[in-house]
């Protein structure tokens, strides 16, 4: 589990995963400039760190190194989130909790969030099923032919978690 970022640290990989691109010390120290008063050292070091903690890759070019993020912010914060819901003696009280924090476009959000890791809504088998059609007759034809993938996975499941993976 990642450790909140400290200020700087953020302040750096918010640069990194806004620019989606390897990026130099020399690049980052020049934007971090128009806010506050920081030398190069600084940021080297700091990139240095975030490199040693897996934040960052780095390749050599020429006598420096270009930096580029590891993952995105979007799973940075999924992380810390997990991490605290985790810890909770209460799971379930925590996430009643936060749910009450959020904003309503924040409420939106989640549900869109629960809608795409559940997936489409099972569809309604035929009333009328056709004799020409053997395959929506027996459900069972259509699990093992695959073609009905709301009959492989009936309760819309996350397809990767079939597997075992459950995405934690």
């Given at each position: 589990?990642?450790?909140?970022?400290?200020?700087?640290?953020?302040?750096?990989?918010?640069?990194?995963?806004?620019?989606?691109?390897?990026?130099?010390?020399?690049?980052?120290?020049?934007?971090?400039?128009?806010?506050?008063?920081?030398?190069?050292?600084?940021?080297?070091?700091v990139?240095?760190?975030?490199?040693?903690?897996?934040?960052?890759?780095?390749?050599?070019?020429?006598?420096?190194?270009?930096?580029?993020?590891?993952?995105?912010?979007?799973?940075?914060?999924?992380?810390?989130?997990n991490?605290?819901?985790?810890?909770?003696?209460?799971?379930?009280?925590a996430?009643?909790?936060?749910?009450?924090?959020?904003?309503?476009?924040?409420?939106?959000?989640?549900?869109?969030?629960?809608?795409?890791?559940?997936?489409?809504?099972?569809?309604?088998?035929?009333?009328?099923?056709?004799?020409?059609?053997?395959?929506?007759?027996?459900?069972?034809?259509?699990?093992?032919?695959?073609?009905?993938?709301?009959?492989?996975?009936?309760?819309?499941?996350?397809?990767?978690?079939?597997?075992?993976?459950?995405?934690?």
């Amino acid at each position: 589990m990642p450790r909140p970022l400290g200020e700087l640290e953020d302040a750096v990989m918010t640069r990194v995963w806004k620019w989606n691109r390897p990026v130099t010390v020399r690049e980052v120290l020049e934007d971090l400039q128009q806010e506050r008063s920081i030398a190069y050292t600084t940021v080297m070091t700091v990139l240095d760190n975030l490199h040693q903690k897996g934040w960052v890759r780095r390749e050599a070019e020429g006598r420096a190194y270009r930096y580029e993020a590891v993952s995105t912010r979007a799973a940075y914060a999924a992380a810390l989130m997990n991490e605290a819901w985790t810890q909770s003696d209460n799971p379930a009280a925590a996430l009643v909790a936060f749910f009450g924090m959020m904003s309503p476009e924040q409420r939106e959000a989640l549900r869109d969030a629960v809608r795409m890791v559940q997936g489409p809504e099972e569809t309604p088998a035929p009333q009328n099923p056709t004799a020409e059609n053997p395959a929506t007759e027996n459900p069972a034809v259509e699990k093992q032919s695959g073609e009905n993938p709301a009959v492989e996975n009936p309760v819309g499941e996350n397809p990767a978690a079939a597997g075992g993976e459950t995405g934690r």
